[in-house]
């Protein structure tokens, strides 16, 4: 139930669930019913409530020749029994193609619009919220350009992406912001499983408010190694540094030890581990006043008991450090299992829980939530 806003890294384990036909039309509809502990997120006072779950989503999954574009609409409606000034719903509209230019050029193409809200709670949002949620529209347009094979000795890829967010309620709009990415990544194959990688990035984060003092250019560069050791392990470290100058002068310019890494591991066809670990930099909803380094850390299994139950589970904590001295730690862990009635109908039961520590008094949380849902599918191939 949580949106990544536009310019965030996601982060959470990726169990593929927008998978589908190579060419071809896929549709699914989950309805659920549901129960929130703490709909607020607030450390006294608690309040519960029950809530019904839609999520509707198509997949078009087409081309022409070597060449693949898919479009894409998938939405989440909540619905609370008792506060419904915390309903939302959230919609992502999203088109990307994979062009198969030469044996050794690949171009790559996406775009995506997002309207979405801010979760209560959520790293980096309000303190003292508004009585109902914040809402926002943002999108994302890149392309990157693939030199050379996965095969080959060497592959170079030049990235470009502009990405940006708008504020509906809540007077949020000094929060509003346009980024613009520059990434170049670099890889050398030593051997068929091993290989260097070597990756810079430049990126400009202009706001829209002049009162917001958070504009500021963020450069990285990243080394390391990537492999595929077997069939049954692959993954990617990389380690560097982060330089965020800001426009501002009162703002101080820094730089920062920066991280990426990501390992699989799959001891068996059935079963697979997924081992994750980045810094990322964020605003606070302050707007101007506070901005702060995330450092993720987290572990996903995905099982296969049979080829009817199968169960997706995933834990990460993630520290955010802010410049003004506040220091948050987030918890969260959640596990769900999916059991196949029929092809086209699932019953899934799910369940998350939250929490966050602070050195600001006052602000910490503990959240449980279950879901019980039905998701029906189809799949029709062209």
Known sequence: METVRAGEKVVAYDVGNESGPLRGITLALSAGIGY?????RTESNTRDDFFWSVRPSVYLNSGFGRHAFRLGYEAVLIRYTEFDNQDYTDQRVLADAALDLTRKLNLNLIGELRWGHDQRGGIGTCLVCSPTPDTWR???VGADLVIGRAISRAQITPRIEYSGIRYDNNGQSFRDFD????????????SPRLSAIAEGGYATVDHLDPNNDLDRTEATLLGGVGWEATAKTSGEILIG??????????EASSTHFNWDVRVHWAPKPYSKVTLFTSRRTQEDAAGGVGHFLADTFGIGWRHAFTERLVTDSNVDYTLAKYSTGRQD???????GLTYKLVR?????????????????PGINYDDNMI??????????GL
């Not at 929130?36 to 607020?40: A, K, S």
């Not at 730690?329 to 596990?335: E, K, R």
């Open 329 to 335: 730690g987030y918890l969260a862990f959640q596990v």
């Open 241 to 250: 540094t982060l330089v965020q100058e800001f426009d501002n002068p009162a």
């Open 138 to 140: 943002a999108y994302r």
């Open 371 to 380: 879901l019980l849902k039905l998701t029906a599918g189809l799949e029709h």
């Open 36 to 40: 929130d502990d703490n709909v607020f």
């Open 179 to 190: 980024r613009q990415d520059y990434r170049l990544r670099g890889r050398w194959r030593f």
């Open 344 to 360: 086209w109908l699932d019953f899934g039961a799910h369940y998350r829980y939250l929490n966050r520590r602070s050195n600001i």
